[in-house]
């Protein structure tokens, strides 16, 4: 199996990360998740920016973004990771509470590779969680030259 990828996690619900992050770990993807509270620091992480100034100049494997964020919301993130040609390629999965048409219309126009209404019952979001960190993180090949060479 290839390398697993890292993923970047846009949640502002700490028990929305908490679930997701226990999620994950059942496929032992949780060490490879970098977690941002808001919009601001998500862009800080992908542009290493600010605290993330040092960090490895690699794109995640896969952005799990919520859209009603702090700071700078969901929509605005994605329109940013699309519009730059060193971050359109990086897949996202916008995961949101919002079944909101005009939210769904508006992430699929700005690019979003899939939106997932997340399910209010725990084992069905646990469940949820699963199937896309094993999808995004493990099965999906990256586009070549997003991910380092190991």
Not at 58 to 79: F, R, S, T, Y
């Amino acid at each position: 199996m290839s390398k697993l990828g890292r993923i970047l996690l846009v949640e502002d619900d700490p028990k929305d990360v908490e679930l997701t992050l226990t999620a994950l770990e059942e496929y032992n993807l949780a060490n490879e998740v970098v977690v941002a509270p808001d919009g601001a620091e998500a862009l800080d992480y992908l542009y290493c920016r600010g605290k993330y100034s040092d960090r490895a100049n690699d794109n995640p494997a896969v952005l799990l973004l919520d859209l009603k964020l702090p700071k700078v919301d969901g929509l605005e993130v994605l329109q940013q990771i699309k519009s730059d040609a060193q971050l359109r390629l990086i897949p996202v999965v916008v995961l949101t509470s919002s079944n909101q048409e005009k939210d769904m219309v508006a992430s699929y126009r700005l690019g979003v590779n899939a939106y997932v209404v997340k399910p209010v019952d725990f084992h069905e979001f646990v469940n949820a969680i699963k199937e896309l960190g094993v999808f995004w993180a493990i099965i999906n090949e990256p586009p070549p030259g997003s991910m380092p060479k190991n």
